[in-house]
């Protein structure tokens, strides 16, 4: 069952055309993961599914419906949650008060409910609840980033390069938690150049060079592959 999918996707900058038909599934409470170099089109990827930029062409489909169209607050309503690459936490406030941004479109009662829940996923969070996120670690930024997309209680999360940046030991936790978001039935799409982590953990994957799918398969298989070891893995 198709949680997203992208068909024949193309995304322009003004004239530059940075998607040249992108087609992709993610099924439901499937990790799958985009990896590729800088430059490759990842992020320009995950914004063409929030509808910024929009799609110059092609359907994007979440959940059987036609949302290629759709302004990025309706698509935000509709069950995905983003983590941006960086975490675009907000610097000056509190863990708490960060999360409660994530909760925006959530009744008060379900907002204490699900900032329960990110606590308990996240002990971390809870122990430094009214810390000011600027002055966090890394790896506590990362965690917020993703408690405080988990406060739309998404159906699927889209994570971009959650693991940019921080030391191996944190790399491990975060890739933890992404398995453990599975495990509780949220589908995750994640987009990431460590690609080692990103293939082990995922169902499937999908390898994007210059705006096109080179190739797709299950996580392991591309792990193994010859041509994704010489390229993405350090042979
Ligand atoms: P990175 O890992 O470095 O973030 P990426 O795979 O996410 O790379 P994108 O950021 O999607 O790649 O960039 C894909 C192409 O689109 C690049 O050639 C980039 O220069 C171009 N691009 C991205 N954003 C814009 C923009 N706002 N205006 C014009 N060109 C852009």
Redesign the pocket.
Known sequence: MSMLVLEDVHTH??K?E?LHGVSVEVNKGEIVSLI??????????LMTVCGSPQASSGRIILEGRDITRDPTANIMRSGIAIVP?GRRIFSSLTVEENLQMGGFFKSNAENRKSQDHVYSLFPRLKEREFQRAGTMSGGEQQMLAIGRALMSKPKMIILD?PSLGLAPLVIKQIFEIIGHLRDEGITVFLVE?NANQALSLADRGYV?ET?RIRLHDTGANLLANPDVRAAYLGG
């Open positions: 900058y003004g530059i940075a590729g170099a800088n430059g490759a089109g990842k992020t320009t990827l690459e390069e150049q994007l705006g």
